[in-house]
């Protein structure tokens, strides 16, 4: 049976289920072709209303949460581009790795609630493009972050080195109390390693910060990264005795009403 046969071919087909209204006989295949259309038009209608509430759900979730913290810390992942801060980022939030490979443009920005002694804690990360035309938008974010997340892929060895270049920034532009974490990520992509792990201690000693070999791609270390820099500025947070309101380290959730907040 062809394409013709469904009357779907161009052109008169002498074949085709087209009724002959002269007939008694009800042309079945006809009727067969009507319905499966409208079975497929139906079906195309009830997948668009079933995205459309999922998303709505998915919306409601995330504003009740967001309403839900009592400290909100900013972090900022860096790195060059293509070491994976999109994808470091993804996992932790949503536990999903993959899709095609996008350039991330200006920042961008994710929301995850923890909990710290007892407290709900909104981590807002904020994921910054890699390539140099965009790094002027990202260290304009510096000034009011409490944590940094620094990325360098273990599979290219001059990502590490270049880190050195955000270093420099944060020391300029970031509040002294902002909290560090060194990441190596693609720890996945062993037998493609071109960074060793003691290069990676080594550079953490020498900067005075906790390092952790990630990957994005299988969940190894994401979470104990974040949270491990979470703890940080909490643990700063409380060491300094600082309240809720008089800490740049750290924002009240003052407007419970209010959905997300940047800055
Ligand atoms: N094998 C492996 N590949 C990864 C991992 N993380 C990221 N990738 C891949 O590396 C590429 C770049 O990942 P992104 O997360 O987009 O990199 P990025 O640092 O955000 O890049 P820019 O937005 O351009 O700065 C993508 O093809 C990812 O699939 C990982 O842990 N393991
Ligand atoms: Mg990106």
């Known amino acids: 049976m062809g394409i013709g046969d469904w009357g779907l071919g161009i052109g008169p087909n002498p074949q085709s289920p087209i009724p002959n209204p002269q007939s008694?006989?009800?042309?079945?295949?006809?009727?067969?072709?009507?319905?499966?259309?409208?079975?497929?038009?139906?079906?195309?209608?009830?997948?668009?209303?079933?995205?459309?509430?999922?998303?709505?759900?998915?919306?409601?979730?995330?504003s009740v949460d967001s309403r839900k913290f009592d400290f909100k810390f900013k972090l900022m992942v860096i790195g060059e581009s293509k070491v994976g801060k999109t994808s470091v980022i993804k996992?932790?939030?949503?536990?999903?790795?993959?899709?095609?490979?996008?350039?991330?443009?200006?920042?961008?920005?994710?929301?995850?609630i923890i909990e710290i002694d007892g407290k709900k804690i909104m981590l807002q990360i904020w994921?910054?493009?890699?390539?140099?035309?965009?790094?002027?938008?990202?260290?304009?974010?510096?000034?009011?972050?409490?944590?940094?997340?620094?990325?360098?892929?273990?599979?290219?060895?001059?990502?590490?080195?270049?880190?050195?270049?955000?270093?420099?920034?944060?020391?300029?532009n970031a509040p002294e109390s902002a909290k560090s974490v060194l990441i190596g990520n693609k720890c996945d992509l062993n037998n493609e390693r071109q960074i060793s792990k003691e290069e990676g201690e080594e550079f953490a000693k020498k900067y005075n910060t906790q390092f952790y070999e990630v990957s994005a791609k299988d969940g190894t270390n994401i979470k104990e990264a974040f949270e491990y820099l979470g703890n940080e500025i909490y643990r700063e947070i409380k060491k300094k005795g600082k309240t809720r309101t008089e800490s740049h380290v750290l924002t009240k959730n003052s407007n419970k009403k209010k959905k997300k907040s940047c800055c």
């Open 24 to 62: 008694p006989i009800p042309n079945y295949k006809y009727l067969f072709f009507i319905l499966f259309q409208k079975l497929i038009h139906d079906f195309i209608i009830i997948y668009f209303i079933i995205i459309i509430l999922i998303k709505m759900e998915e919306n409601d979730e995330e």
């Open 91 to 112: 996992r932790y939030t949503k536990n999903k790795f993959g899709g095609i490979y996008l350039t991330t443009v200006g920042v961008d920005f994710q929301d995850k």
């Open 127 to 172: 994921d910054t493009a890699g390539q140099e035309r965009f790094r002027n938008i990202a260290r304009n974010y510096f000034h009011s972050s409490n944590g940094f997340l620094l990325i360098y892929d273990i599979s290219e060895k001059d990502s590490l080195n270049k880190l050195n270049y955000w270093i420099d920034q944060i020391k300029l």
